[in-house]
């Protein structure tokens, strides 16, 4: 298949290699953007056999209280609330069948994103207890971390993902200067139309944020897409796209691979590939509409979905941000533009 979409990648990744610069394991944060693949790169990096990913959570922003240029530990109630409730990590009463339990008996497949439910419940117990004491952000982080690797003590590296703490590139860079950053991308259009099709979904879910329309989805997605551009080209992050992981699945994955300095054997590209396949995880053809997380995983459904006069004001929007990342007008997706630095 063409590479010609392939990322750009930084020049760190010629001399990156997989190691944590403290005693706890290195944090890979996928921070974006939203309804742009996060949740099946996060599969795809879970599945990676030195990896540990853990399911969605906002950690920097259960963690840390931003004000102005200060980073401070959030409020109690905050940190409980994201942390223990209102997450796909944990949420509902997780935590407190977590806690119940006295041992740990359970069966863990550590080549799928882990929650609070398949750590162990002593160690859950003492982290709960941590973070009703702590008084530092980046200590607390560095306790989850901790945490998630009690389930496997080998473990160098632990996956997070958020589809929306782009924000916080340069607060995960004053917590951990060796911090791997990654964003997924997608076209503005496509993500859009997903991401008002995925709030019908979870009006139950306790992470629901509400109903917009197109235009104002659209909208937070070129807000995102600024801030990504800016630290892409500063190389203060990694950036692909959806539709190169669709395309090329192997040369896209195998690059981030390289740049975060984890085997990246075809062997390793082709088992993550079968476990992380749409049509085996969903049951269904690519581009068939589904309840749930992996909803259509469709590419250019924008194409078909706006009408002549929403495309042009889609176009008009959206313009410098789509070409920023190599989409066209017409929906062709061109090379991603290199950094200028």
């Known amino acids: 298949m063409s590479r010609r979409g392939s990322p750009f990648v930084p020049p760190l990744a010629a001399t990156v290699h997989l190691e944590a610069s403290t005693d706890n394991p290195l944090p890979i944060c996928i921070v974006g953007q939203y309804k742009c693949g996060t949740s099946w790169l996060l599969a795809a990096l879970s599945a990676h056999p030195e990896l540990l990913g853990v399911r969605e959570l906002g950690l920097l922003q259960a963690c840390c209280d931003r004000g102005g240029e200060s980073v401070s530990l959030t409020e109690i109630e905050v940190r409980n609330r994201l942390l223990f409730q209102s997450s796909a990590w944990s949420h509902g009463n997780a935590l407190e069948r977590t806690l119940a339990r006295e041992d740990d008996s359970a069966e863990v497949d550590l080549r799928r994103p882990l929650s609070i439910a398949d750590l162990p419940p002593a160690e859950v117990r003492r982290f709960y207890r941590r973070c009703q ?183 008009k929007l959206a313009k410098s941000r789509l070409e920023a990342f190599g989409y066209s007008e017409s929906g062709e997706v061109n090379p991603l533009p290199r950094p200028e630095n």
Request: cysteine-free; hydrophobic content about 40%.
């Open 133 to 315: 004491a702590a008084s530092s952000p980046y200590a607390l982080m560095d306790d989850f971390l901790a945490l998630i690797r009690t389930r496997s003590p080998g473990t160098q590296a632990v996956v997070l993902k958020s589809a929306n703490q782009a924000g916080f590139v340069d607060v995960i860079h004053q917590w951990r200067p060796d911090a791997r950053v990654v964003v997924i991308t997608r076209d503005g259009r496509d993500a859009s139309i997903s991401a008002q099709q995925y709030k019908k979904l979870m009006e139950d879910m306790p992470w629901f944020g509400g109903h917009k329309p197109f235009q104002e989805l659209l909208r937070d997605w070129v807000s995102v897409a600024k801030i990504v551009d800016r630290h892409h080209r500063d190389s203060n992050l990694y950036l692909l796209r959806y539709e190169d992981l669709t395309n090329d699945f192997s040369a896209t994955l195998g690059a981030l691979l390289s740049w975060l300095g984890v085997r990246d054997d075809q062997s390793v590209l082709d088992d993550i590939e079968a476990l992380t396949d749409f049509e085996r995880v969903t049951g269904r053809p690519r581009g068939s509409e589904g309840v749930g997380v992996v909803r259509k995983g469709a590419v250019g459904e924008w194409q078909t979905s706006l009408s002549s006069r929403q495309k042009r004001a889609a176009w």
